[in-house]
């Protein structure tokens, strides 16, 4: 079974930086596409960016130029790269393998929490 573990998450202030990680086990990763997803309280779950196994990528409009999307096939892991953030990006940031791309997912990860605050 795929697994999916997120991590990086964090408080952060308007402006700043971040980046997630997205470890993920079972099966073959690198044939794997993965995406990134959030979800803000009281807001529908959001598409963000994926990666497809041979590092294509495509992100989101509304993140494009802020977020870039990585992979690793040598630590089997996916990774968010969020700058210049700010305070409408706080949200729970999900990770899952993506089926029908860009963003029809079967397996998710538990979410990593992200606050832009000052």
């Known amino acids: 079974q795929v697994q999916l573990v997120e991590s990086g998450g964090g408080l952060v202030q308007p402006g700043g930086s971040l980046r997630l990680s997205c470890a993920v086990s079972?099966?073959?990763?690198?044939?794997?596409?993965v995406g990134w997803f959030r979800q803000a309280p009281g807001k529908e779950r959001q598409f963000l960016s994926a990666v497809k196994w041979n590092g294509e990528t495509h992100h989101d409009a509304s993140v494009r130029g802020r977020f870039t999307i990585s992979r690793d096939n040598t630590k089997n892991t996916v990774y968010l790269q969020m700058i210049n953030l700010k305070s409408e990006d706080t949200a729970t940031y999900y990770c899952a393998r993506v089926i029908n791309w860009p963003s029809g997912s079967d397996y998710w990860g538990q979410g990593t929490q992200v606050t832009v605050s000052s």
């Open positions: 079972g099966g073959a990763f690198s044939v794997y596409n």
